[in-house]
């Protein structure tokens, strides 16, 4: 199957500050690329759909200042979280659909686990 | 609207058989997607129907019924590597998945 990485796979910040999460495709180039956030027993809430040269769609109550996404190329999307605050800390994952893959393939990324201080 | 149900948490047995059953109401519907997750790592792709019927695949078999908007997951000879959470999602026309609140699965041996 596709590969999807991120990085960092752990971080941690202190309030106020911003961090910045690279999703890349490894092997395949990511038409899209899809932001998700998930908070411990809880399921997968997508924050924002990306694709590539074009502005990022939000979904409804995520504030898209705070969390910016930039999908410049088809291989990598970055999610930044910026001014970060304690309620920020999650496990941030990434995933994409891209060309040569069928069109509900979606790969995900490894993840990411924030934690605020 | 969108919605998908699906038991919060099931124990079974090492070497019995499971099935973890969803339901979803989606609109314009395309398609059930049934992922498995362990603690602190992404979702892995396990099946996706779109048609009714079962799908088997080693181990692993999926089913889906459109007209009962039903769909379940069913796992044999169960392993203890199998104690994870089992994620359903229905897909939209867009291929936009709507994802249950997962199935925690506990193994005992």
């Known amino acids: 199957g596709a590969v999807v990485s991120q990085h960092p796979s752990r971080v941690i910040c202190k309030s106020g500050t911003s961090v910045k999460i690279e999703c890349r495709s490894l092997d395949f180039q990511a038409t899209t690329m899809f932001w998700y956030r998930q908070f411990p027993k809880q399921s997968l809430m997508l924050m924002a759909t990306s694709n590539e040269g074009s502005k990022a769609t939000y979904e409804q109550g995520v504030e898209k200042d705070k969390f910016l996404i930039n999908h410049a190329s088809l291989t990598l999307s970055t999610l930044t979280v910026t001014s970060a605050h304690p309620e920020d800390s999650s496990f941030y994952i990434c995933s994409a659909r891209g060309l040569g893959l069928a069109d509900y393939e979606q790969y995900f990324g490894p993840g990411t686990r924030l934690t605020v201080t | 609207g969108q919605n998908i149900d699906q038991p919060t948490e099931m124990t079974a047995t090492e070497g019995a058989i499971v099935q973890i059953n969803c339901t979803y109401q989606t609109s314009g519907f395309n398609g059930l997607f049934w992922y498995q997750q362990h603690a602190g790592e992404a979702p892995t792709f396990l099946s996706y129907n779109v048609l009714d019927g079962l799908e088997e695949k080693g181990r692993f078999s999926s089913f889906l019924s459109r007209s009962k908007g039903y769909s379940y997951l069913l796992l044999k000879e169960l392993q203890m590597k199998d104690s994870a959470s089992y994620l359903c999602?229905?897909?939209?026309?867009?291929?936009?998945?709507?994802w249950g609140a997962g199935t925690k699965l506990i193994i005992k041996p």
């Open positions: 999602a229905s897909s939209d026309s867009n291929y936009q998945l709507i």
